[in-house]
């Protein structure tokens, strides 16, 4: 499901707030997400396919089950 536009357009990168990105995560990448979101859904798999992208940064904020996670410590490090 695509990220809400208006959500998008009120949400910055906490590191920097700079404007963020959406993009889709690899399937790795997905699945090491739904094992670390897990124990916080009890009672349903954790839904991980997309994230947001810092422009500056390039830091992944991850969307599990549509919430956006916009937080540094859990943000995945920029690619290459
Ligand atoms: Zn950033």
Redesign the pocket.
Known sequence: MPVDPQLLEILV?P??K?DLEPVSMPPETCAMLVERYREKFRDETPRVEDGLR?S??R?VYPIVSDIPVMLVDEALPAEG
Do not use: K
């Open positions: 990168c590191a920097c700079a810092c500056t940064c830091r």
